[in-house]
C-alpha cells in the first residue's frame, strides 16, 4: 500500500538540483541586478468540473450562423438582440469577433478594464473525453498519446518541488486546496507526496485548534518494522500538518477583503474569498486550487427552446463570472493584484451540435480565460472552425490553436521566471529545444510584469536564502550517489542527516573544517531526508531527495 493512502492532508517535499556555477551566480545577483522579485507571486486555479461548454460561453459572431444551424434550440440571441451575447471587443477583426454568453458581464467589466484575456482552441493531443482520465490528464500534464497518457504525478506538484525547493522547510503549504474533499492529482510531486494541503470543510480561521485537537497522544513505544515506519510517517506528516495549519489560521484571521466589494453567497464566491483573505494576511502559498462542478450539461442546458439563454450552464456562468470579479477586484482594490493570476480550467470543451435534450455532449477543444493585472488584455489565436463540425465527425471541432500546457507553462516562465529546465521537468516534454518554453503563448503577460529571459532560474531562492549570508547550499538534489554542500562564509564542521520521522541516520565530520564538503549517501535508502548542517556560525538545516 502507498503511504499517501494513510493521510488526507499532506504537504511533503523534494528538490530540483542546481549547477555550482548556477547556484553561486544566483547569490552573487542577489539584490545586485535588474531582475524583478517573484518571491510574493501565486496562481489560483479555478477547476470548472464537468467539461464547460466553450461554444455557449464564446461565440464566433463570425459565423453566427452557422453556430445557430448546429444549435436552432439552445443558442444564443446574436449581439443587439434581448438577451443577446455581449460583444467582447468590437476593435477585434471581424473575422475574430467574439460574443460572451449574457451571464459573464463580470468578465466584460474585467476585460473592459485590462485584466483578462482570452485563449482559443485549448485542448490537447488524442482527447479523451472521459470526465476522470481527462481531468486527471490536464492535472498531470499528460494527453492522450501513450507516452503521456497514464503520469502518476501532477505538473503542479512536479513545478512546487522543483522551481519552490528552497521554501519547502517553510512554515507554509506551497499549496492549498479548497472546494472539493478529494485530494488533487495534480499537487502530487515525484516523490508520492501531496505538495499542497486541503481545507475543505473546515474553518480557516479554526483550522490549527480543530487538527491540533485531533486523536490523542502519540505512541511512546514505535515497532521496528513496516507498520512501525507507516506509524512514524503518519506522525512526522501530522506534525507538518499542525505547522502549516497554525500559518493558515493566522494568515485567514489576520487577512482582510475589500469593503467595496460585495461576494456573492455561493461556494466558489466563497472560496475566492478565502483565498483572498489569505493573501491578505500574508500567507505565502504559492498555488492555490478552488472547484466548482456541474458543467456537465447533456440535459437543460437551456432551460427551454425560447430562444433564453437561462438555464444550468447560464446560473454556473453567472457564479465564476461574479465570483472571479469580485476576486480580483478585491485583490486590486488590496493592492495586492500585482501578484495574483486566476485561471480557470476545464477537462474538455463540447460538441458544437447539441443534442435532443436541450444540452451538448462531450467534445473537445474548449476556450479558456486567464485573470489579473499582470496580464494583457485581448485575444490568443482565432475564431474556431465550425465547418469542422459535421456529421461524419459527430459534429466536433477538433483543431487544437492552443495546447493547454503552453498556457500554464507561459504563465510559469515568463510570469514566475521558471527556467527552460524546470520547464521540462514540469511537463516532461524532454527537451528545452522543441519544448514549451519555445512555444509559449505570445503577449499573454505585460512587459512590465514579465521576466527576462536572463532572470529565469531553474529554483527560487526563498526569502531567507536571499537575505542570509550564511545559506547553506545542496546538490545535486534530487541525488543518488554524492550530495555537495556549499556554505558561504562559513566552515562546516558536522552534517547530520536525519530520516523523515526525526531519526539520526548518519554523522559526517569534515575533517578540512572548509566552506565545501560532499558526503556519500549511496548506503541510504529511497526517500526524504533532513540535512542538519553544524558551521562555524551556527546550524542550517536542508531537505534532500535520495532515489535509487
Known amino acids: 500500500m502507498k503511504r499517501r493512502s494513510f493521510i488526507q492532508l499532506t504537504a511533503s517535499a ?11 551566480a544566483l547569490f552573487k545577483s542577489a539584490g545586485m541586478t535588474s531582475c524583478p522579485n517573484v518571491n510574493a507571486k501565486k496562481i489560483v486555479l479555478v477547476q470548472l468540473s464537468g467539461a464547460n461548454d466553450g461554444l455557449n460561453t464564446v461565440v464566433p459572431l463570425n459565423q453566427y450562423d452557422a453556430y445557430a444551424a448546429l444549435r436552432p434550440n439552445i ?8 438577451n443577446g451575447v455581449i460583444n467582447l471587443d468590437d476593435t477585434l477583426p471581424l473575422e475574430n469577433q467574439i460574443g460572451l454568453h449574457p451571464s459573464l458581464s463580470g468578465f466584460k467589466s474585467l476585460y473592459d478594464r485590462g485584466l483578462m484575456r482570452v485563449v482559443q482552441g485549448v485542448g490537447y493531443t488524442s482527447q ?9 490528464l490536464w492535472l498531470t500534464g499528460g494527453d492522450g498519446t501513450s507516452a503521456n497518457n497514464n503520469l502518476d504525478s501532477g505538473w503542479i506538484g512536479r513545478f512546487l518541488e522543483n522551481y519552490y525547493s528552497n521554501f519547502l522547510t517553510a512554515n507554509f503549504p506551497l499549496g492549498i486546496q479548497l472546494g472539493s474533499s478529494d485530494n488533487s492529482l495534480g499537487f502530487h510531486g515525484e516523490v508520492e507526496h ?5 481545507i475543505n470543510g473546515q474553518d480557516p480561521a479554526g483550522f490549527y485548534s480543530v487538527l491540533n485537537g485531533l486523536g490523542g497522544a502519540p505512541p511512546t513505544s514505535i515497532p ?7 506509524i512514524r510517517f503518519i506522525l512526522a506528516s501530522d506534525a507538518e500538518t499542525n505547522l502549516y495549519a497554525q500559518s493558515i489560521s493566522t494568515a485567514f484571521s489576520r487577512g482582510t477583503n475589500s469593503t467595496n466589494v460585495t461576494y456573492p453567497s455561493t461556494s466558489l464566491s466563497n472560496q475566492l474569498k478565502t483565498v483572498a483573505k489569505f493573501i491578505s494576511g500574508g500567507l505565502q502559498s504559492k498555488v492555490y486550487l478552488v472547484k466548482i462542478g456541474g458543467f456537465d450539461t447533456h440535459d437543460i442546458q437551456v432551460a427551454s427552446n425560447t430562444t433564453t439563454h437561462l ?22 482594490n488590496q493592492n495586492l493584484g500585482d ?13 458544437a451540435g447539441e443534442n435532443g435534450n436541450l444540452g451538448t455532449d462531450h467534445g473537445e477543444i474548449a476556450p479558456m480565460f486567464v485573470f489579473g493585472k499582470s496580464i494583457n488584455p485581448g485575444v490568443s489565436g482565432t475564431n474556431i472552425n465550425l465547418s469542422e463540425a459535421v456529421a461524419a465527425n459527430n459534429f466536433q471541432v477538433q483543431t487544437v490553436q492552443h495546447d493547454y500546457r503552453r498556457v500554464f507553462s507561459t504563465i510559469l516562465q515568463d510570469w514566475f521566471g521558471t527556467s527552460n529546465q524546470t520547464l521540462d521537468l514540469t511537463f516532461y516534454n524532454n527537451t528545452t529545444n522543441q519544448g514549451y518554453a519555445n512555444n509559449k503563448v505570445s503577449n499573454m503577460i505585460k512587459t512590465e510584469f514579465a521576466v527576462p529571459s536572463n532572470c529565469y532560474s531553474s529554483t527560487l531562492l526563498s526569502t531567507n536564502d536571499f537575505g542570509n549570508r550564511n545559506d547553506i547550499v545542496v546538490y545535486p538534489n534530487p541525488t543518488v550517489e554524492t550530495v555537495n554542500i556549499n556554505s558561504i562564509n562559513n566552515s562546516i564542521n558536522i552534517v547530520y542527516v536525519y530520516s523523515l520521522d526525526g531519526k539520526l541516520v548518519a554523522t559526517y565530520r569534515n575533517p578540512m573544517t572548509s566552506d565545501s564538503y560532499s558526503i556519500d549517501v549511496q548506503n541510504l535508502a529511497t526517500g526524504i531526508y533532513t540535512l542538519k548542517v553544524e558551521t562555524n556560525n551556527g546550524s542550517f538545516t536542508k531537505r534532500i531527495i535520495v532515489r535509487r
Not at 75 to 82: A, I, S, V
Open 339 to 351: 501578484d495574483v493570476i486566476a485561471v480557470p480550467f476545464s477537462e474538455f470543451g463540447r460538441k
Open 75 to 82: 443558442k444564443l440571441n446574436n449581439t443587439g438582440l434581448t
Open 311 to 332: 438555464g444550468t450552464h447560464a446560473n454556473l456562468l453567472t457564479q465564476v463570472s461574479e465570483a472571479i470579479d469580485a476576486f480580483i477586484t478585491d485583490l486590486n
Open 14 to 24: 523534494s528538490a530540483l538540483s542546481l549547477l555550482p556555477t548556477e547556484v553561486f
Open 128 to 136: 479523451d473525453k472521459s470526465h476522470f482520465k481527462s481531468t486527471d
Open 224 to 230: 521496528n518494522s513496516e507498520y512501525g515506519d507507516l
Open 194 to 198: 501531496g505538495m499542497s494541503i486541503n
